[in-house]
């Protein structure tokens, strides 16, 4: 069953598609609370505003860092913020990472559009 995506403060439809949501038992470095993560998104939909903090900031206590580079997903209609870009999301080759150990940050890894469920209003199509 598909899902009709819009934004919760001016009602707009994002264009989400069900097909491009990555399951929740997935994870990412930057975790799934309250969140929505999809592969691909409509552009016009949306503007992306880059963001690069120096300031120590935690996901979870096993992740943490200095310096957050991430882009900000606003609503094209109403500016309203809607989620982040990471780039944690399936590695773009298929190698098996420096020295064998895996993927690791030094593979290009695709894009993954992290939605806040609290700023979306979903309703099933019908």
Partial sequence: MASIYSCRQCGANLNLHTA??????IY?????????SFALVDATKFTFLKE?????????LNYWGIQRKRTKIKCV?????LGYIYDDGPPLTDSPGQFHFGPSQV?????RYRFKTK???????T
């Fill in 77 to 81: 209609s109403c500016g309203h913020l």
């Fill in 107 to 111: 593979i290009p890894r695709a894009p």
């Fill in 119 to 125: 700023a979306l209003r979903i309703t099933s199509e």
């Fill in 20 to 25: 491009h949501l990555f399951s929740a038992e």
């Fill in 28 to 36: 990412f470095e930057a975790g799934n609370k309250d969140s929505l």
């Fill in 52 to 60: 690069d903090k120096i300031r120590p900031f935690f996901e979870s």
